[in-house]
């Protein structure tokens, strides 16, 4: 799993079509700091592990999650 909010993760698993490992994409301001990363992933990770150990591109703002199953198409 990548913890990155560094969109070029994106890039490259839709460009080699990869199935693993997972992203989780922090994409806010208020996301971006480490101590709130964590404590996000903390509280809501039992909600995410299904899809992150299917593989996917989990992005995260601070109003919303969206998750894109991998390989991307």
Known sequence: MIISADTDFSFILSDRQAS???L???RDKMTKKPADQIEF???????LQNELE???????R??????????LF
Not at 41 to 47: N, P, S, V
Not at 62 to 71: A, D, T
């Open 20 to 22: 693993k490992p997972s």
């Open 62 to 71: 601070s109003n919303r999650v969206r998750v894109r199953e991998l390989p």
């Open 41 to 47: 992933l903390i509280d809501h990770l039992h909600e």
């Open 24 to 26: 989780i994409l922090f």
């Open 54 to 60: 299917k593989g996917c591109i989990m992005t995260i």
